[in-house]
C-alpha cells in the first residue's frame, strides 16, 4: 500500500511506468526495504534489481523470485509489485524466523516489464534471458523519442552488472491470476504449469473502392463483406477448442475510411491464443485456410502478416513440484493451470528452472485501476512462495 501511493491516481490505481520519476520512487523504496533487510542490492545494465540474501554456501545457485514495478498509465496496485513484494516479505521472514539457507535467496525486480512505455514488453527478462541483445534493449524509445538507456541513466539506475543470468537454481514468480477462474471456482492458489502460446497478426484484406450509393451489392468487392465471414469462421473456429482457446479483434480499421465509399481496404489486428503449442499451431493454420477461401470466393486479396509470435511454455517440473508441494502442506484450495497473459517468467523460463503462482484478484479485473485482491489470498501466496523457494534453497 505504501508503494501504491507512488503514482496513485484520483480512481485508486497507479501510474507508474517504466523508467518515470514515480518509478525511480517506487525502486528508491524498494531498494532501501531490501537493504534494511540485510540484502546486498545490484543493479544491472537493464535497470534490473537483484537484492540477495546470503546462504551457507554463496557458490552455490542461487533460488530468486521476483516480478515487476512498473504499471501501465490506468493499473492497479498490485500486478507485478505483489509478486516483487513477496519475494522481499520471503526474505524478511527468514529473517524473523533465524532461518538459514543453504543457497543464496535473492528478490528480482525486472524492467519494464508491461510494454507501455517502451515497446516490446517484458523487456527486462528478456534481455537478461538472451532474447533480446543489450543495444535494441537500451534503444527502445517511447513516443516522445526519448531512449530506454538514456531514461535509466537519468533515474540513476543504468547499473554495470551485465545483463545475463548467473548461476540460477530456480526462478518464482507469484502474481495476481489477472482473470476470473480462481475466484469463480471459490480456489485460493493457481499452480501454473505454463503459459499460453500467442500469436499476433495484421490481417489485411484489400478489395475495390466505389460509391457507397450506385454500386449493387453484388458487383462490389468489398473487403468488410470478407471480413464477416472470415470473423464468424474464425468464432466457430475458437469454439471448437474451447475453453481454451481465445481470439481477439482489438483493433480494425478500414481505409480510406469514408462513410459513402466502400473501402479499399480493411486491417485487423488479430490475437490468437492456446496453451498447448500443437492445437495453436493447427488454429494458425485454419485461419490461413479461412483467409483464403474466402477472399478467393469473394475476389478479395487477403494478406496475414506475423506481429508477434510467443510459443507456449511449460514450467520446470520440479519448480512445479515444489510449489505444489508447499500449496498441499498449506492446505489451501487450489488447481493447476496456465496464465493468459505473459509474464517475466515466460523469458525466464527459458534460461532456468522456473515456475508460478497465482492468486485470486477481483471479478479478475486487472490492468485497471480498481484492481483489487484480498489480503488473506497475498498472504497465502506469499506463503507458497516462501515454501516453494524453501523446498530449492534447501534450510
Ligand atoms: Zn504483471
Given at each position: 500500500m505504501m508503494l501504491a501511493e507512488?503514482?496513485?491516481?484520483?480512481?485508486?490505481?497507479?501510474?507508474?511506468?517504466a523508467l518515470t520519476d514515480e518509478d525511480k520512487r517506487g525502486r528508491d523504496l524498494f531498494v532501501e526495504w531490501c537493504k534494511e533487510a540485510g540484502c546486498i542490492v545490484k543493479i544491472d545494465e537493464m535497470g534490473n534489481i537483484f537484492a540477495?540474501?546470503?546462504?551457507?554456501?554463496?557458490?552455490?545457485?542461487?533460488?530468486?523470485?521476483?516480478?515487476?514495478?512498473?504499471?501501465?498509465?490506468?493499473?492497479?496496485?498490485?500486478?507485478?509489485?505483489?509478486?516483487?513484494?513477496?519475494?522481499?516479505?520471503?526474505?524478511?521472514?527468514?529473517?524473523?524466523?533465524?532461518?538459514?539457507?543453504?543457497?543464496?535467496?535473492?528478490?528480482?525486480?525486472?524492467?519494464?516489464?508491461?510494454?507501455?512505455?517502451?515497446?516490446?514488453?517484458?523487456?527486462?527478462?528478456?534481455?537478461?534471458?538472451?532474447?533480446?541483445?543489450?543495444?535494441?534493449?537500451?534503444?527502445?524509445?517511447?513516443?516522445?523519442?526519448?531512449?530506454?538507456g538514456d531514461e535509466l541513466e537519468q533515474i540513476g539506475y543504468l547499473g554495470d552488472v551485465p545483463c545475463k543470468p548467473d548461476n540460477i537454481k530456480a526462478a518464482f514468480e507469484v502474481h495476481i491470476e489477472q482473470g476470473p477462474i480462481?475466484?469463480?471456482?471459490?480456489?485460493?492458489?493457481?499452480?501454473?504449469?505454463?503459459?499460453?502460446?500467442?500469436?499476433?497478426?495484421?490481417?489485411?484484406?484489400?478489395?475495390?473502392?466505389?460509391?457507397?450509393?450506385?454500386?449493387?451489392?453484388?458487383?462490389?468487392?468489398?473487403?468488410?463483406?470478407?471480413?464477416?465471414?472470415i470473423l464468424a469462421s474464425l468464432y466457430k473456429l475458437i469454439e471448437a477448442n474451447s475453453p481454451w482457446a481465445r481470439v481477439t479483434f482489438g483493433d480494425i480499421k478500414t481505409e480510406p475510411g469514408s462513410r459513402n465509399t466502400v473501402p479499399e481496404r480493411v486491417i485487423v489486428a488479430v490475437d490468437i491464443r492456446h496453451p498447448d503449442q500443437s492445437v495453436l499451431d493447427e488454429i494458425d493454420a485454419s485461419f490461413h485456410e479461412i483467409v483464403e477461401k474466402v477472399c478467393q470466393k469473394m475476389k478479395l486479396e487477403?494478406?496475414?502478416?506475423?506481429?508477434?509470435?510467443?510459443?507456449?511454455?511449460?514450467?520446470?517440473?520440479?519448480?512445479?513440484?515444489?510449489?505444489?508441494?508447499?500449496?498441499?502442506?498449506?492446505?489451501?484450495?487450489?488447481?493447476?493451470?496456465?496464465?493468459?497473459?505473459?509474464?517475466?517468467?515466460v523469458y525466464v523460463s527459458r534460461v532456468a528452472s522456473t515456475s508460478m503462482i497465482f492468486v485470486p484478484c477481483e471479478k479478475g479485473l486487472s490492468h485497471n485501476e480498481?484492481?483489487?485482491?484480498?489480503?488473506?489470498?497475498?498472504?497465502?501466496g506469499c506463503n507458497v512462495l516462501l515454501h516453494a523457494m524453501l523446498n530449492r534453497s534447501k534450510v
Open positions: 507512488i503514482g496513485a491516481t484520483a480512481k485508486g490505481g497507479c501510474n507508474r511506468q540477495r540474501r546470503a546462504g551457507r554456501d554463496n557458490d552455490l545457485p542461487a533460488v530468486i523470485a521476483g516480478s515487476h514495478l512498473d504499471t501501465q498509465p490506468t493499473g492497479g496496485k498490485f500486478d507485478g509489485v505483489y509478486g516483487v513484494l513477496s519475494a522481499l516479505e520471503v526474505i524478511r521472514s527468514l529473517n524473523d524466523a533465524g532461518i538459514e539457507t543453504e543457497t543464496p535467496i535473492e528478490a528480482v525486480c525486472w524492467t519494464n516489464e508491461e510494454g507501455a512505455r517502451f515497446s516490446p514488453a517484458m523487456i527486462g527478462s528478456g534481455v537478461w534471458a538472451g532474447e533480446f541483445d543489450i543495444e535494441y534493449g537500451h534503444s527502445r524509445a517511447d513516443k516522445d523519442g526519448k531512449t530506454l480462481l475466484e469463480n471456482e471459490k480456489l485460493q492458489i493457481g499452480v501454473l504449469t505454463g503459459v499460453q502460446g500467442m500469436r499476433w497478426y495484421d490481417l489485411i484484406i484489400e478489395g475495390q473502392p466505389c460509391h457507397a450509393g450506385p454500386t449493387p451489392m453484388e458487383v462490389r468487392r468489398d473487403p468488410c463483406m470478407g471480413l464477416h465471414q487477403g494478406t496475414i502478416k506475423d506481429e508477434w509470435i510467443s510459443p507456449a511454455v511449460k514450467f520446470d517440473s520440479n519448480c512445479i513440484n515444489a510449489v505444489q508441494d508447499a500449496v498441499d502442506l498449506l492446505d489451501y484450495s487450489n488447481m493447476q493451470m496456465v496464465s493468459g497473459a505473459g509474464h517475466d517468467s480498481e484492481e483489487n485482491a484480498k489480503f488473506e489470498d497475498l498472504e497465502a
